[in-house]
């Protein structure tokens, strides 16, 4: 359950944010105060202003409730009465929520959303907009969502890709249909706008032309091998940062279970978006992000390095001028020969 100073500590940011880009706008955007017949554009203030409906947006992906009218109307409307004492009604707040995409969008993307450190850990997860059986029956996102297949079994709805960095915060996503595949030209090259370094991805990443177009962009793909894979040469250290893509994971877990990010309540294509995008935002002020601890390598000698493959327990080093395999089952090295 979040708690009032958290609310207001969330008011506090959006609201001083949603101050600095009127007074910005104001200064440097020009727009016309008449239509073409004539008529005064009407730019009266509402009862409750945009920063505290992003507010309420964003404290509704906290996970004490699952209903967003439950949620609206028990909480807004009842716990926090006394702050929000110009709520609007449940039907009227469902319509200014288009309003503030713009602004929403902005401060996701300067505030909320981290930066690339080099290190970079890339996944996908399915949002399902209604169950299989309904899917020739759903109106709302009729000519949108697609189906696809993913590692829970199919879905009728869309796919969205994360990228994050080692201290757990998302640097930028990519939504598109459920058919689309996870190594697509088009979602990498919005990917590949905020990268460098290297990036962890799963076997579900692996293309030759995705990887040379990666690189040549000056960023490294690094994933496992699949069963029937030629052995790699790869460095210790890139090994141990692919044991830590469990934080992407997680973080699919936080948007799932606890942001609420799926369900098959929506009744317009822009409130679905907005959903996804207060889900993300909210999720810069969870306290309990996941993030990989430092990694440090000692590298003696020539160097240390190992040849992975996933579809058997043996792992052949290089150690010095020597190799060696290891044999899990008895725990022991046993040499093979020297570089020579």
């Known amino acids: 359950m979040i708690t009032k100073d ?73 716990v926090m009465r006394q702050d929000f004492p110009d709520a609007v009604s449940y039907n009227r707040f469902v319509e200014l929520m288009p309003r503030v995409f713009f602004k929403m969008m902005l401060f996701m993307k300067l505030y909320a959303f981290g930066k690339c450190t080099g290190i970079t850990f890339v996944d996908s997860t399915m949002i399902p907009v209604c169950h299989n059986v309904r899917r020739y029956y759903n109106k709302v996102f ?45 979602v990498w090259t919005v990917f590949a706008k905020v990268l460098f370094g290297k990036i962890f991805a799963d076997r579900g990443y ?57 369900h098959s309540r929506h009744r317009s294509i822009h409130n679905f978006i907005m959903n996804l995008c207060s889900a993300l935002t909210a999720y810069c002020f969870f306290e309990n992000k996941p993030e990989a601890l430092p990694v440090y390598v000692e590298i003696k000698a020539v160097g240390t390095f190992f040849i992975l493959n996933l579809s058997r327990t043996q792992v052949i080093y290089a150690v010095g001028c020597s190799y060696f395999t290891t ?7 046993h040499p093979l020969g020297n570089c020579g």
């Open 6 to 78: 958290k609310v207001t500590e969330i008011f506090c940011i959006i609201d001083e944010f949603d101050k600095n880009l009127s007074a910005e706008l104001a200064k440097n955007l020009r727009l016309p105060s008449h239509n073409s017949d004539g008529k005064r554009y009407r730019n009266r203030k509402g009862r409750l202003s945009e920063s505290e409906i992003m507010t309420i947006l964003v404290c509704y992906h906290f996970g004490a409730y699952r209903n967003f009218k439950e949620y609206y109307l028990n909480w807004v409307k009842g």
């Open 142 to 186: 009729a000519g949108l969502a697609k189906d696809g297949k993913g590692t829970m079994g199919w879905c009728h709805g869309f796919k969205l890709h994360l990228l994050c960095n080692d201290s757990g915060e998302v640097i930028t996503f990519c939504l598109t249909g459920a058919n689309v595949d996870d190594r697509d030209s088009r």
């Open 206 to 262: 692996i293309k030759q032309e995705l990887f040379d177009s990666l690189f040549s962009q000056g960023i490294q793909l690094v994933h496992g091998l699949k069963a029937k894979m030629k052995n790699k040469l790869m460095p210790m250290w890139d090994q141990i940062m692919l044991r830590k893509r469990y934080i992407i994971e997680c973080i699919n877990e936080l948007l799932k279970n606890k942001a609420n990010l799926v």
């Open 327 to 333: 044999s899990p089952s008895l725990h022991m090295l």
